[in-house]
Nanobody
């Protein structure tokens, strides 16, 4: 089992930056990848970014590429999302996730609101 807790959401203006953190606990040895999804208001949850646990390789959705950076700290069992040049369309609930063998675990989500 893996437990994830996000922090760092909030309300910012367009163009601002915001950093999200996710504390991971439990059987972290079984985690292969970690990252973030988001759910905009009234829409389906969408993938944002992933970082591979053992080599730090990153992947991003086209909508955030060049603006967001995902990273991890394996010693502290943390995963981060640095969000720059935020846009109103980045608004949503951001969920941290961990890929654990053949399943995934999720955090409870943190709200990010970007005003125009």
């Amino acid at each position: 089992q893996v437990h994830l807790v996000e922090s760092g959401g909030g309300l910012v203006q367009a163009g601002a930056s915001l950093s999200l953190s996710c504390a991971v606990s439990g059987d972290t040895i079984g985690i292969t990848g970690m990252g973030w999804y988001r759910q905009p208001p009234g829409k389906e949850r969408e993938w944002v970014a992933t970082v591979i646990r053992y080599n730090g390789r990153e992947n991003y959705a086209d909508s955030v590429k060049g603006r967001f950076t995902v990273s991890r700290d394996n010693d502290k069992n943390m995963v981060f999302l640095q969000m720059n040049s935020l846009r109103p369309e980045d608004t949503g609930v951001y969920y941290c996730y961990a890929s654990y063998y053949t399943t995934e675990f999720w955090g409870q989500g943190t709200q990010v609101t970007v005003s125009s």
